[in-house]
């Protein structure tokens, strides 16, 4: 899952991801058989009738998951189901018991037949407050829109009997004929008004998302594997024709990058842009391992959401490495109300998001300075976290604190754990080998049916590397040290810089510059503060309105288009801001001066290492 945090009007992404499981074995090989009804959509819910196998047991127990894996966070999905009934064949009312949030008791359950409840939306009862609070993150959540949109993330509709994890599912969907569900899952039923989906397990129907809508979508090729791109646009402005060039450009590298590594024959990218108004407001993407959901605001500028979906779906997609191919017996067998968590996130997440930058240099997407400015990044993100809790601790305990908090790192210092093992494996092989060389090797090993112990997976890492990938996982994510990646990164002749960069004119980190008066949408500069160069040059003002730059007005409607636009001037570029100050409109005239800061970054200055430093970057 990958979350995407909005400070103001600019968008900072954080990662988390969605990962492969597979289900408990079942003792009586029936199947399960599920109709939910888009109709019939009364205030935001929907009706799920699921009719069930023949149980032995006098009672038994449904439970809708507490959690998937990878959100790393207990959501509790049963909060929005509401009105479980239980009914025999002769439609008689059996006697249901909530016994918690998340699951509920039916007696004389020899005579079960069906169950029926009502299903509640997450995306108009969030609030934005981020990682952490009460909110569903919206790519793991669910949207109802009678007419408009249904978000169907299965794990929120669609629940399960722990004896019967591996029983078939076959789900049936009915809906308006101009709907059209995206997913990787095949319809099986020719109707228009009518999806039938079948599963062979629980984990897989999950697994499965599908959004319903109005077709939007493109399909194309990247080399045996078809790509499916569904966009819901409430304004319609947001196309898949628009999107789709640069998903192909971006996936065609990924798999030429990953070489042999091929787990999937489809995979589908389905994108929900929100009115931010009652709607979704957590913005990122959760990843499956056949497709990945991804939630934007919908007034984010194509160019700027262009940019995200390139960054998102790189990593998400990288997750067919792992963990879909290889991962722990605690991922194989995921427990959705009870979840035991692997040790081993540095891979699931960490070797993913490197690879979701290396691939960029490797296949010429970025240039050296680029890639090294986002390892500075990633480096000064990782410093303000914990860098001497182990990093398996963390990701063993990850659901409780004070390990829930280091998460985030998963994605900094996780990047950096897989950049520093692939110059290891570079230095000692003679720049033949690297990190993806190993997780072929571990592909191969085991794969999407066959998990490794979580305890020896370094000894078969070191196995099948060299002593010193051993020391470094002991010493460096088993343990306690934080790493020297200076040292390492000399290794392939880089060595550390300092560089003024221009930042941008709107916000300073995380401090915004300007605001928003909500009742009239102006733009207003903040008074009180220390502005920049660029409002001290212009001659602007705290308290000044911002009605127009350029000759092009702003307000809130489009404030993420002025701060796209921003991204683009140039030092010295001529420009004119049209204001209102103590009530009176005027023109402020002259030239762009932008705000720099010195940042740390990396050169490669050692030109004996130049071809240790070209295998790692491009071998």
Not at 48 to 63: A, Q, R
Not at 76 to 81: A, C, L, P, T
């Amino acid at each position: 899952m990958k979350k995407l945090l909005f400070a103001f009007a600019i968008a900072t992404i954080v990662w988390s991801c969605k990962t492969a499981i597979s289900s408990t074995s079942a003792s009586v090989k029936e199947e399960i058989q599920v109709n939910i009804n888009l109709n019939e959509i009364k205030d935001d819910k929907v009706l799920v009738t699921v009719k069930t196998p023949k149980i032995t047991t006098d009672e038994v127990t449904y439970y809708v998951p507490k959690t998937v894996p990878g959100t790393y966070s207990e959501d509790n999905f049963g909060k929005y189901i509401e009105d479980v009934k239980a009914f025999d064949k002769k439609g008689n009312a059996l006697i249901v018991k909530n016994l918690d949030t998340n699951s509920w008791s039916i007696a004389n359950a020899k005579m079960l037949d069906k169950i029926t409840y009502l299903v509640n939306d997450t995306y108009d009862t969030e609030t934005g407050k981020g990682f952490g609070s009460d909110d569903i993150f919206s790519p793991t959540g669910s949207n109802i829109d009678a007419g408009k949109n249904v978000m169907l993330n299965t794990h929120c509709f669609v629940g399960y009997f722990s004896n019967y994890m591996a029983v078939t599912y076959k789900l049936s969907v009915s809906h308006p004929a101009e709907f059209w569900g995206a997913t990787s899952l095949t319809d099986l039923d020719a109707a228009t008004t009518n999806d039938l989906f079948v599963a062979s397990r629980y984990a897989e129907l999950v697994e499965n998302p599908i959004m319903y809508s109005k077709p939007n979508y493109t399909t194309f090729k990247v080399d045996d594997m078809e790509i499916l791109i569904a966009v819901y646009s409430p304004t319609g402005k947001i196309t898949a024709e628009g999107i789709t060039p640069e998903m192909k450009k971006v996936m065609t590298a990924q798999k030429k990058f990953l070489g042999p590594v091929n787990s999937t024959k489809k995979y589908s990218i389905l994108l929900y842009l929100s009115t931010m108004n009652k709607d979704a407001q957590g913005f990122g993407a959760l990843e499956h391992p056949t497709s990945t959901t991804v939630v934007f605001p919908e007034m984010i500028p194509n160019d700027a959401l262009t940019k995200e979906m390139k960054d998102v779906v790189s990593h998400e997609f990288f997750h067919i490495v792992t963990p879909l191919t290889i991962h722990s017996q605690e991922i194989q067998n995921f427990d959705y109300n009870a979840p035991k968590m692997s040790e081993h996130l540095w891979m699931y997440e960490g070797v993913t998001e490197y690879f979701a930058n290396l691939f960029q240099i490797n296949q010429g997407l970025i240039d050296e300075e680029e890639f090294y400015s986002r390892i500075a990044e990633k480096i000064e993100n990782a410093s303000k976290l914990n860098d001497t809790m182990p990093f398996t601790t963390m990701s063993k305990n990850v659901l409780v604190e004070p390990y829930k908090a280091q998460y985030l790192n998963v994605y900094e210092k996780g990047a950096l754990i897989g950049m520093c093992l692939d110059i290891i494996i570079r230095e000692n092989s003679n720049g033949q080998r690297g990190i993806l060389d190993l997780m072929h090797k571990l592909s191969n090993e085991f794969g999407v049916s066959k998990a490794f112990n979580d305890e020896e997976l370094f000894a078969k890492i070191t196995q099948l590397t060299y002593p010193e990938v051993g020391e470094f996982l002991k010493t460096y994510v088993s343990g306690s040290t934080p790493i020297p990646y200076d040292y390492y990164l000399s290794k392939v002749g880089v060595t550390k810089t300092t560089k003024k960069t221009p930042t941008n004119v709107f916000l300073k980190g995380q401090v915004p510059y300007i605001t928003v008066n909500q009742a009239t949408k102006e733009i207003i500069v903040l008074p009180n503060i220390e502005l920049n160069d660029f409002y001290t040059h212009l001659g602007l003002k705290g308290n000044d309105i911002l009605l127009a730059i350029n000759d092009k007005n702003y307000s809130l409607d489009n404030i993420y288009d002025m701060i796209s636009e921003s991204e683009k001037w140039k030092e010295n570029d001529h420009i004119n801001v049209k204001i209102k100050r103590e009530g009176k409109e005027q023109i402020l005239k002259g030239n762009v001066k932008l705000p720099y800061e010195e940042k740390e970054s990396f050169e490669a200055k050692d030109a004996t290492k130049t071809a240790m430093k070209e295998a790692w970057l491009r071998g």
